[in-house]
């Protein structure tokens, strides 16, 4: 069952007269409503496209966070084959909220991390929404130091409301492993590119996210706090969060024209959630185009290069 967003109304009204005709077709065979069934999927069509292209940054928040958008396990079953992950961060625990492992990409060897949301309650839980513990980065971190040892890149998959803020994350480094995940992507001799699939909330999201060549998925969206956080904050109500999000900037063509990221990966009509084998596809040809553009750079000028790229974020706005 296709989950609607609220601006998806004129969709959702136009997709329930198409399941009503094709349950009275199916229902009674000398009944053709084909042709009517036709016309409508046109009017879903025409409808999604004028919808989808006239966006507001909160109507972006929520495709975003939609429940039915691929996440991390998608892209990792469909992108990579030899998946191996590995668990734990030799200190305290294993943390599920941020998968990382071993894989092969096209047939070329790679060190693969991303944060996973789960799909469902019990994925949610056992993934803790997304929302990493210090353990998670510093598994990360883990990888990061395999991948450099035997010199193969790093992609990272992004999609975190931010890092767990919880009492228990707190008093085991939160802060510091997030900043030490941050300062081993600088600091790699190989090739990292990061692509933000749903939310990038955050420290949270930029601990992973400090790549080489840095991407979103067109309604994805990219920020140091979340719009409610910062509704919260400015004005005490959480409730101006679409105010909130209009002004932070948070979409991947803001983000784009500020120089943040590199390139916008498309989405399909309606929103990545509608095709996800098309948009995993598209993604993987961008990720294997930017491996291809950073192969055989040494690894001073891949270190040296992704320095300067974020040091030189804000200087020209």
């Known amino acids: 069952m296709q989950n609607y967003l609220d601006f998806e109304k004129p969709i959702s009204d136009l997709e329930g007269k198409i399941r009503e005709l094709k349950k009275i077709a199916d229902e009674d065979e000398s009944i053709d409503t084909s042709e009517e069934v036709g016309r409508l999927?046109?009017?879903?069509?025409?409808?999604?496209?004028?919808?989808?292209?006239?966006?507001?940054?909160?109507?972006?928040?929520?495709?975003?966070?939609?429940?039915?958008?691929?996440?991390?396990?998608?892209?990792?079953?469909?992108?990579?084959?030899?998946?191996?992950?590995?668990?734990?961060?030799?200190?305290?625990?294993?943390?599920?909220?941020?998968?990382?492992?071993?894989?092969?990409f096209r047939g070329q060897p790679v060190a693969v991390i991303g944060q996973e949301k789960g799909s469902d309650t019990k994925s949610r839980l056992k993934h803790n929404f997304g929302s990493p513990r210090p353990e998670g980065y510093r598994k990360a971190i883990r990888v990061m130091?395999?991948?450099?040892?035997?010199?193969?890149p790093i992609i990272t998959l992004i999609?975190?409301?931010?890092?767990?803020?919880?009492?228990?994350?707190?008093?085991?480094?939160?802060?510091?492993?997030?900043?030490?995940?941050?300062?081993?992507?600088?600091?790699?001799?190989v090739p990292i590119v990061s692509v933000v699939l749903g939310e990038g909330g955050s420290g949270g999201a930029i601990a992973i996210a400090t790549g080489n060549r840095v991407y979103m998925l067109e309604h994805a969206i990219y920020s140091v706090i979340s719009p409610e956080g910062a509704a919260s904050i400015l004005w005490r109500d959480s409730t101006r969060a679409k105010e909130a999000a209009t002004n932070m900037k948070i979409t991947a063509e803001d983000l784009k024209a500020f120089g943040i990221i590199d390139g916008i990966i498309p989405e399909p009509v309606g929103g990545a959630h509608r095709d996800p084998v098309s948009v995993i596809g598209r993604t993987g040809d961008v990720i294997a185009s930017a491996l291809g553009d950073l192969s055989g750079q040494p690894g001073d000028t891949l270190r040296a290069g992704r320095r300067q790229k974020f040091l030189d974020i804000g200087r020209n706005l």
Request: aromatic share 8%; proline share 4%.
């Open 41 to 104: 999927e046109i009017r879903v069509h025409d409808a999604m496209v004028e919808i989808y292209s006239r966006l507001n940054a909160w109507q972006k928040t929520q495709v975003a966070r939609h429940p039915q958008r691929p996440h991390f396990v998608d892209y990792a079953s469909q992108l990579f084959t030899d998946f191996t992950p590995l668990a734990g961060d030799r200190k305290f625990a294993e943390d599920a909220a941020i998968q990382a492992g071993l894989a092969r």
């Open 145 to 152: 130091e395999l991948a450099n040892r035997f010199g193969l």
């Open 159 to 189: 999609d975190t409301a931010g890092a767990y803020p919880g009492v228990g994350a707190e008093e085991r480094g939160q802060a510091e492993a997030i900043a030490r995940s941050t300062e081993m992507c600088l600091n790699v001799n």
